[in-house]
Every structure is written in C-alpha cells, then in structure tokens.
C-alpha cells in the first residue's frame, strides 16, 4: 500500500488566533501565518527574501487545541489542504489554509509530550476554555509560550 501524504505548510503564527464559531456553532479558529522565503546563491550562501503572510483556519477539536497552544510567534507545521473564498459582504476573493492536523515546529521550539489519554470530542464549554489560555512560562527573554505547548495538540 502507498503511503498516505498530504499538502502541508510550515511558519510562524502571526497574529492572536481568533476562536469563533461557524454557523452551526461549531468552534472555529482563523490566525495569520508567516512564511520566511531565501534564495539559495551560487557559492552556498542565501539570500534572504521578502516574508508572506496568509491565513489560516481549523475547525472543531483542531480550532480548539490552536486556540489553547498557540500563541503569536510560534513556529509550526500543519498538514491540510487550500481553499478559495469569496466573501459576500465585500466581493473579495482569496485563499485559506485549511489545517487538519498541526503541532510545533520542533526545528525551532522546544516542547514536551504529555502521554496521558487526553479527552475526545467538544466537551468544553465557553468559560473553560477561555480558562485555558493561561499563558505560563517563558521561553525567550520577552517570549510568551502556553502552560502545555504539545500536551493538548495531538503529536
């Protein structure tokens, strides 16, 4: 059997993910993401290029554990698929990334796995998981990280 691989993406978070809900009220997170582009130059040496900016969304447990583990700055690698919109209200067009899956960058972060059956299913309410956000160490000198960076995402 061939092995199984998906469209994935890797950068950094680049604004505050916003938890809301879709139409039938189901969690939904939307963040900006960076990408950091180089060129590869003759010699072995790169040059740096101009950085992108897109967006990113998930839905259900994978909005939650975003919204819960995520911070802006982090470094991470999502795995998912691209989608075209069209917002009605302003006639804009774009492009999101669609995360199915999505943990921390371990080229750059360092984190810690909690083995522990986690639970299944939305079973938080809104006060509980407005709770979880708490924000608990520091990893750089002015670096906020989340109480339990890979603990609650799936990796």
Known sequence: MPI????????????E????????GDPRVRVRFGQEHS????????????????????YDENALRIADN?????RFVAQGYTRNYTNNNTGMEGEVFVATGIGPDSAYTRYEV????RRTGIERTAPEHAASREVAAVDAPGRRQPANTASAIGM
């Not at 003759?42 to 950085?51: H, M, P, Q």
């Not at 909690?114 to 059956?117: C, V």
């Open 39 to 58: 060129r590869k130059e003759e010699g072995g040496s790169f040059t740096k290029l101009d950085t992108t900016f897109d967006t990113l969304v998930a």
């Open 4 to 15: 199984h691989t998906r469209p994935s993406i890797r950068g950094f978070i680049a604004s």
């Open 114 to 117: 909690d083995r522990s059956a």
């Open 17 to 24: 993910p916003r938890l809301s809900q879709t139409g039938d």
């Open 70 to 74: 995520f911070v802006k700055g982090d």
